[in-house]
């Protein structure tokens, strides 16, 4: 079965400074990987995704990722955060064409004046 | 007008009673997911339909009922309704051509069972 961990439960950041979220999954064969963020009191909105080809990739609002295979990682970059990237981050896998994600625990972000 | 949208967005209910959540969607889309919330336990899967014929339990169906009353509907309902289901609840739409299976999420209804 498919699985995803986020190890960090909240991250703490200044404005202004790179951020990393980590996220790793446990699937066999290549997934399909996405972020999605979601703000204070509203629905989840899709960031970026992965399904093949170049391992790095670029999505809305700045942020990237980087697929790696040998580390079972898609982890979430952005070289300087704005306060309005305060919010909740989840990853998500799904198995190819089962059309259902498994959702990692989240991540909260707080960005610091 | 939002895309996926859910009715109602806040509801207080009293242990035992039935209630129905509803869900609506205008991008065409033949999967619908039912998906619930709570702090720290990140978004877990109660019933999706990948089309109006097909109905299938998530991880966390007991409690919980649907109807895909059209490709655009689909409810969630608490037969009887108890306390620790109190969490904000989301629908969910996906497209398995282009989109690739990403999912569009509703705005979320708050549901607190008293």
């Known amino acids: 079965a498919q699985s995803v961990t986020q190890p960090d439960i909240h991250i703490t950041v200044s404005e202004g400074a790179s951020l990393e979220l980590r996220c790793n999954y446990s699937?066999?064969?290549?997934?399909?990987l996405f972020w999605y963020v979601q703000s204070p009191g509203q629905g989840l909105q899709l960031l970026l995704k992965?399904?093949?080809?170049?391992?790095l990739v670029q999505g809305i609002k700045g942020f990237e990722a980087e697929f790696k295979r040998s580390q079972s990682s898609f982890n979430l970059r952005k070289p300087s955060v704005h306060w309005s990237d305060a919010a909740e981050y989840f990853c998500a896998v799904d198995n190819t064409n089962a059309g259902k994600s498994t959702f990692g625990d989240g991540t909260t972000l707080t960005v610091k004046p | 007008d939002a895309d996926v949208t859910q009715t109602p967005r806040n509801r207080i209910t009293k242990t035992g009673k039935r209630i129905m959540l509803e869900c609506s969607q205008t991008?065409?889309?033949?999967?619908m997911y039912w998906y619930r919330q709570d702090p720290g336990l990140g978004l877990r899967l109660i019933y999706y339909s990948f089309d109006v014929k097909d109905i299938n339990k998530g991880e966390i169906s007991d409690g919980y009922s649907v109807s895909r009353q059209a490709q655009a509907k689909f409810s969630l309902s608490l037969e009887s309704a108890i306390p620790n289901q109190t969490a904000l609840y989301f629908c969910a739409t996906s497209d398995l051509g282009g989109s690739r299976n990403e999912q569009f999420f509703g705005p979320g209804t708050r549901l607190t069972v008293l």
């Open positions: 699937y066999g064969a290549t997934p399909y």
């Open positions: 992965y399904f093949s080809g170049d391992t």
């Open positions: 991008k065409g889309h033949d999967r």
